[in-house]
T-cell receptor, first 111, second 113 residues
Framework: KAGVTQTPRYLIKTRGQQVTLSCSPISGHRSVSWYQQTPGQGLQFLFE???????NKGNFPGRFSGRQFSNSRSEMNVSTLELGDSALYLCASSVDASGYTFGSGTRLTVV | AQSVTQPDIHITVSEGASLELRCNYSYGATPYLFWYVQSPGQGLQLLLKYFSGDTLVQGIKGFEAEFKRSQSSFNLRKPSVHWSDAAEYFC???????????WGAGTKLIIKP
């Protein structure tokens, strides 16, 4: 079965711009979680969506937001980009806490 | 608060030698524990997981891990490493507050020919 698909793979944006990343989960998985990975902070949880509702949220500013559609696809948005937002953004889909399947990530570079 | 510690930032092993990557966690009850591997520029691939039962868990690519409650450890092992095992390895535990993953800092595995 198809895995988790994240688009785009790479993005370069300018400070102050906004960006939208997309994640298509495994068919049948209703939970989508987003993580940010940076060399300094490691892997950090951003938020989780389940059945179109944000179920959990990590400690990130309000510039980071997301949503989930009825087909379970999810998007995350970062507004007013800062240099420190440069990171690998990973999406994981799951049925429950027993297993998380990750996409290949979107590498965002803010210049 | 729950946490995961991977004490080794880098480990260098000769090809064909055995490997053990350390992971310690802090958690009151029986944790859900995972090991993931990440190749450069790639996402995370699940190697194995532990929820309950047999404390020795077998995973993909010849990896295994042993859950030791008394030591709060979940170390990853492989009897003979291959050059293709060079990657970064992450240990994680499921948070009991939001059921999301809490990650260790990762251990980068370097293989000497």
């Amino acid at each position: 079965k198809a895995g988790v698909t994240q688009t785009p793979r790479y993005l370069i944006k300018t400070r102050g711009q906004q960006v939208t990343l997309s994640c298509s989960p495994i068919s049948g998985h209703r939970s989508v979680s987003w993580y940010q990975q940076t060399p300094g902070q490691g892997l950090q949880f951003l938020f989780e969506y389940f059945s179109e509702t944000q179920r959990n949220k990590g400690n990130f500013p309000g510039r980071f937001s997301g949503r989930q559609f009825s087909n379970s696809r999810s998007e995350m948005n970062v507004s007013t980009l800062e240099l420190g937002d440069s990171a690998l953004y990973l999406c994981a889909s799951s049925v429950d806490a027993s297993g998380y399947t990750f996409g290949s990530g979107t590498r965002l570079t803010v210049v | 608060a729950q946490s995961v510690t991977q004490p080794d930032i880098h480990i260098t092993v000769s090809e064909g030698a055995s490997l053990e990557l350390r992971c310690n966690y802090s958690y009151g009850a029986t944790p859900y524990l995972f090991w993931y591997v990440q190749s450069p520029g790639q996402g995370l691939q699940l190697l194995l997981k532990y929820f309950s039962g047999d404390t020795l868990v077998q995973g993909i690519k010849g990896f295994e891990a042993e859950f030791k409650r008394s030591q709060s450890s979940f170390n990853l092992r492989k009897p003979s490493v291959h050059w293709s095992d060079a990657a970064e390895y992450f240990c994680a535990v499921v948070s009991d507050s939001n059921y999301q993953l809490i990650w260790g800092a990762g251990t980068k595995l370097i293989i000497k020919p």
